[in-house]
Structures are given as structure tokens and as C-alpha cells.
């Protein structure tokens, strides 16, 4: 089985009316753990890897190339997704793009509407070049995750969804809408 587009996945868990799993993985034992289980279930995954974990893991391409050959490998059949979790940049996007990735995660909420924007739509028209599925995110929630620190809350408006899907063509879309 080759890596799959997560919209693919999607549709098919859509029309076929189950779920599909996401867990971050951090090193090989985790993907394999993962692997495995989802395999003995039989049901696609996601494999979602973070950009500290991608560096701890030695890189995105280090990270693509494990998780292929530890499906080539194991005879892996389900269809596996890997997605770059709540990336900071559209260069850390278009490096995991680059190296292989299936999907990626832009999250540029924490900047000006208008900048987020401009940097999701950005992500997305690089993605979408290749066939990778792109989400973005609008209106945050205090904390830290991974590289990107908000020190208060704030939910997305109703009234900005609309524009910013049709403006970035996102495949998907986080928001902000309680509590972490």
C-alpha cells in the first residue's frame, strides 16, 4: 500500500459511514505500534507527526522514509496517511510536501486574519500541486503546541469561515470553539 491522499480517505470513511484514527506518532516504535493495530483492524490511519517531532525523528524526509519502509516491510495493507500536525510556516509545509508527506496542517491563526490568510492560501496552492490535502485553522485556543504559543483565547467567528475557505480553498478547516 502506498502512502494515500487524506481526502481520499475521507470520502471513503464518509460514504462507507466509519471513522478514521489520528495519533501523533514521536519514533518507530510508535508508528510501528500504530501500524500494526490499524493493520489488525483493518482500518486506514493517519499518522500525524508534529514539526519537534519531525526534527526529532531527524527531519521530514527521515519520517517518510521510515514510516514507507516499515509499511513495505510488514506487508501494511490499510491505507496510511501521514500529516504534518499544526505546522508554523509555509516553508515547514512545503518541506514536508516535498519529502512526502500526504497532508499538512498550516496553522497561521495566531497572526492577523488577513495574514493567515495569505499563508494558508499559500500552503494551499503549493499542496494541492501535489495532490496533498491541506487544513487550516482559524481562532485559537491559549497554550502551547508545539512551536506556537497563544497566551489567550480566541474562538472563531461564524462569520469568517465562509470567506476564508472560499478565499484559502482549504480541504479542511480546525477551529477554535472551547476549551484545549
Known amino acids: 500500500m502506498s502512502l494515500e491522499n487524506l481526502n481520499k480517505m475521507l ?13 501523533n506518532v514521536w519514533n518507530l516504535e510508535w508508528i510501528s505500534a ?3 493495530k490499524c493493520q489488525e483492524l483493518k ?16 527531519g521530514f524526509y527521515v519520517v517518510t522514509q521510515m514510516i514507507k519502509a516499515y509499511i513495505k516491510k510488514n506487508n501494511i495493507t490499510i491505507p496510511v496517511a501521514i ?15 516535498d519529502e512526502g508527506f500526504t497532508s499538512v496542517m498550516i496553522d497561521a491563526s495566531r497572526k492577523p486574519f488577513e495574514e493567515n490568510l ?3 492560501k499559500k500552503v494551499v496552492e503549493y499542496a494541492h500541486k501535489y495532490d496533498v490535502t491541506v487544513e487550516g485553522e482559524l481562532g485559537v485556543l491559549a497554550g502551547i503546541e508545539d512551536d506556537v504559543v497563544a497566551a489567550a483565547s480566541v474562538y472563531t467567528s461564524p ?5 476564508f475557505v ?12 472551547g476549551t484545549s
Open 159 to 163: 462569520d469568517l469561515v465562509e470567506d
Open 43 to 58: 482500518t486506514p490511519v493517519i499518522l500525524g507527526v508534529s514539526q519537534n517531532g519531525a526534527k526529532y525523528m531527524g
Open 83 to 97: 500529516h504534518l500536525d499544526h505546522a508554523s510556516s509555509f516553508e515547514a509545509c512545503k518541506e514536508a510536501i
Open 11 to 23: 470520502k471513503d470513511a464518509e460514504d462507507n459511514n466509519y471513522a478514521v484514527p489520528q495519533f
Open 34 to 36: 500504530v501500524l500494526d
Open 118 to 120: 495569505d499563508i494558508t
Open 166 to 177: 472560499k478565499k484559502t480553498g482549504v480541504d479542511s478547516l480546525a477551529i477554535s470553539i
